[in-house]
């Protein structure tokens, strides 16, 4: 046993979700598993296809997205999950998908109204999305930037990362994240059902309302509340 296997196969296991999920085509996208105590997370490597991956090509790096352990070299987005890695201190995966309602809405630079309870479920917020980043952060340490880009639109709207666990980066695409990587993807996949949903919503009715507050409130709580009577757990 290496002292990376477990986060190794953890990365792997959901970055394969990602096309079984739909929510990724040829090699887009990226999820980390993170190990707060060693202070490093496995990322799939740059440029491999899904169907190649394995547990021993996910590379190993730091929470400053320097290398530790691995032949290949990490995703191109790697400083992201990084940043948000060093400032985070409670999650423990990241998603990166370019799923096509979730970045659709990214393109349209709109946030995403909490029209229903499937929303609401999730979250009592708007789903964010973070200006286009500014030129001199595009020329500049670009993914690392992304990573500041996502904490700056949380902090200046008074979201918290552990409410909030999804985000879109204007002009670019979603990222997710959780307490797991498995966690991180499954938030991928409902923030692109929750994208879709409100994209059919304002075509059926272009004046459909926002949730009313009693409705967002009854949904959050019973999921996520001291008093959540959803689940079995
Ligand atoms: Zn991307």
């Not at 040829?26 to 060693?38: E, I, L």
């Not at 995703?75 to 979730?102: P, Q, R």
Request: glycine share 6%; hydrophobic share 35%; charged share 20%.
């Amino acid at each position: 046993m290496g002292k990376y296997d477990e986060i190794k196969f953890a990365a792997c296991q959901a970055n394969l979700q990602l096309p079984v999920l739909g929510l990724v085509v040829f090699t887009f996208g990226n999820v980390s598993a993170a190990d707060r105590n060693q202070g490093v997370f496995a990322i799939k490597p740059s440029g491999v296809a899904y169907a190649e991956l394995s547990p021993e090509k996910m590379v190993v790096v730091d929470f400053d997205g320097q290398t530790v352990e691995g032949t290949f070299r990490p995703s191109s987005d790697t400083k992201t999950h990084a940043v948000l890695y060093n400032h985070w201190n409670k999650i423990g995966g990241i998603a990166h998908t370019h799923s096509t309602y979730a970045t659709a809405w990214a393109q349209a630079q709109r946030d995403i109204p909490v029209f229903g309870t499937t929303h609401a479920d999730h979250t009592t917020a708007d789903i964010p999305c973070a200006p286009p980043m500014s030129d001199e952060m595009i020329r500049g340490d670009y993914e690392l930037q992304t990573g500041f880009q996502i904490m700056n639109c949380l902090k200046e709207r008074q979201l918290s990362y552990e409410e909030v666990e999804m985000i879109l980066v204007g002009n670019h695409a979603p990222f997710t994240w959780a307490k797991t990587a498995e966690k991180a993807v499954y938030n991928s996949a409902v923030l692109e059902s929750i994208a879709q949903m409100a994209f059919l919503t304002e075509n059926i009715n272009p004046e459909a309302p926002r949730l009313k507050d009693s409705l967002i409130k009854k949904h959050y709580d019973r999921k996520h509340g001291p008093d959540s009577y959803y689940g079995q757990s």
